[in-house]
């Protein structure tokens, strides 16, 4: 993601929670991690990872989500992602 100004006449990029959930998902999958090395990786639970990668409404694993992200990306997430 990048901080510049979105062009004119085009949207900002953004994502659902479900979204970031299965955008989390993915990336570990693409990495060929295991939920435990993800875990491991990150300090944190198996079952953050868990929590992460499957979306519940009103979960409060954003932050977890973006982490995860964040982490196997290399990139900052920043801006409006999510709506």
């Given at each position: 993601m990048t901080d510049a100004p979105p062009d004119e006449g085009h949207d900002v990029?953004?994502?659902t929670p479900a979204d970031l959930a299965?955008?989390?998902r993915e990336l570990?999958?693409?990495a060929g991690l295991t939920q435990r090395d993800l875990a491991d990786k990150i300090?944190?639970?198996i079952?953050?990872?868990s929590k992460a990668e499957n979306f519940r409404e009103?979960?409060?694993m954003i932050s977890a989500r973006i982490t995860i992200?964040?982490?196997l990306t290399d990139e900052r997430v920043e801006g409006p992602l999510y709506r």
């Open positions: 990029p953004s994502m299965e955008r989390a570990r999958e693409d300090e944190c639970s079952s953050t990872i009103g979960d409060g992200i964040e982490t």
